[in-house]
């Protein structure tokens, strides 16, 4: 339904602001994953890295409600293939939350100083760019206060797992991440648990 | 709130009450006069009759149904629709804004859709304004009404060129500009012939274009009834609808037609001719006056079609209505597109939906059109009764 690989572009920023924003996607359906990195150019040539933190497909007009198409003998791919507007009148979007920015060759773990501009391209991050910006998992103290629609415990671990996938289970990144976590919620047992056994059930 | 509902709820009892029994009058007599119908007869009546409405003209036979033809594997169907901003009377700036929404679906391996709308704004002389060598007639209500009729299917013409046979052209809507009658002539020429040149340029395309009209008001069918059961012609006189309602004042007269219910078309099909889903009527010519002016081709005819929910008015050119092939193609292509959007084209449903200007974006053409004066040092006066309405106090 969709290739995830190829274009980096997924998406285009609809809405935007200090601490995020959010993207339609190209494609219908194409969303990046829960906890995904992804990047934006700013407009003063700065890359902005965000988090995936949500993502949503509905009618592009608030006003249309999304009725069934479906019966037992037409489901799921052959809805759109008999209904070949639905690519026109749905949109898949997402929420993003910055963790870091880079200008030259310095990269900050901190909210950008201007958000993303609305219409800006978002990419996906290459391997090797996320490997090197999530090689020190300090910025999972701001996703740890991330308010929005999903807790804050299922972004952090959407996230660390992502990036186990991502870095080919690295058991080095994964106890530097553990630890990180272990920091944050040092007062607060009943949450580092949980989040830990999501990472790994061994580091529980 | 100013007004006061329940002063005007009792008028609205006794409405809806006439309402649902007043289509009940007389239906033994519609079903009689359809039963005991001569069309021979009543063709012969409508040769010479004079009558002040439309009467339909049955090209095979006022009754009959054709089922539902089966859906071609492959189709495509294209649909336009447009939508306004009117001159605002109260604006010292006078411009208007046609949007026109698009749609081509394809169906069948592979589909595929390409939906889209374009805006433009008309400011010049010869947008604004019609004239001859006596009268400038603003371009505005009926007459920027036959403007937005023409371009939506000027749209749709460009919009075949790229899409695969076989194709279907919907339009929301009738095809006949009946509306002109009234205008004079150089403002009928300045619509008509380019709606004429694009229904032209469709048929020598090959390409059907219908005109879909939900719950339609006319009453062709009906009033051919009514001639049928005039009581002029066996007392050797011909029909003259003038001449028998005038002698209702001078004589108290009954007209003999006076029998037959005050419903329209889709009622007497619905109900009396009985239209299964998805089948249509036989075709009629239309008495409108304004097909004079129609190649004969493109002389636009019609049949009614029960879509699922309820009983349609489809008008098609006089070259779609002779050939069956593609009159079942058009046939075919309503019923699939209305199952698929609860009775109604889905393709017009969407192109509508392109086209719409919403209160809030009118409001914001409004507010650019303030900005962009103001950019240039002109404060915009809006008239006063406009400001008083914008700017409510007590």
Known sequence: MCDQSGAERV???????????????????????????????????????????????????????????GSADLRDQAIYQRNPELRHVLRSVF???????????????????????LHFSVERVSLPEAQEVTDQPRYFAILAQYRGEIPADQLLAAHARYLYDVRQSDRDWLER?????????????????????????DLA | MTLDVAAIAEELQR??????????????????????????????????????????????????????????????????????LNPDRHSPVRYYVINLGGVVLSYGEPSGARMGSHARLYASEDDLYLSDLSRRIPVSG???????????????????RSADPPVVVLQDGTLILWGLESQPDFVANWALGPFLDALKALREA??????????????????????????????????????????????????????????????LFEHVMRLEPGARSNVFASGSTILDRYPEDDRIQFFYLHTG??????????????????????????????????GYPLALQEAHELAVIRAEERRAVEILVDRLLAEHGVVMRRSAKDRSKRGRYV
């Open chain 1, 11 to 69: 998406g285009e920023i609809i809405e935007t602001s200090t601490v995020g924003f959010v993207a339609e996607c190209d494609e219908l359906h194409c969303l990046p994953p829960l906890g995904s990195l992804v990047r934006v150019r700013g407009a003063e040539g700065e890359v902005i890295y965000a988090v995936v933190t949500y993502g949503e497909t509905g009618s592009i007009d608030p006003g249309r409600r999304v009725v069934r198409r």
């Open chain 1, 95 to 117: 929420s993003a939350a910055a963790i870091a920015y880079r200008r030259g060759d310095r990269l900050s773990y901190l909210l950008p100083p201007l958000p993303p501009p």
């Open chain 1, 177 to 201: 991440a553990a630890r990180e976590l272990a920091r944050i919620f040092k007062h607060d047992y009943d949450r580092l648990v949980p989040l830990l056994e999501a990472l790994d059930p």
């Open chain 2, 15 to 84: 409405l809806a009450f006439e309402t649902a029994t007043g289509e009940c009058d007389g239906w033994n007599a519609l079903e009689k006069a359809v039963r005991q119908l001569d069309e021979a007869n009543l063709e012969e009546r409508l040769r010479t009759a004079k009558t002040s409405w439309l009467l339909a003209r049955a090209t095979h036979s006022y009754r009959g149904a054709w089922p539902s033809p089966a859906v071609p594997n492959r189709y495509g169907v294209v649909a336009t629709d447009g939508s306004l």
């Open chain 2, 142 to 160: 009926a007459v920027l009404g036959f403007r937005r009729a023409v371009e939506e299917l000027q749209h749709a013409v460009e919009l075949v």
């Open chain 2, 206 to 267: 090959q390409v059907p274009v219908a005109g879909f009209i939900s719950y339609p008001g006319s009453s062709d069918v009906m009033n051919a009834l009514r001639v049928s059961v005039c009581d002029y012609p066996p007392q050797g006189r011909t029909v003259n609808c003038d001449h028998c309602r005038a002698r209702i004042f001078t004589e108290g007269h009954h007209p003999a037609c006076d029998i037959l219910p005050d419903v329209p078309d889709r009622v």
């Open chain 2, 309 to 342: 929910t309820e009983v349609a008015r489809v008008e098609v050119p006089a070259w779609v209505a002779r050939d069956r092939a593609i009159l079942e193609l058009v046939h075919a292509a309503i019923v699939d597109q209305c199952s698929r959007a609860r």
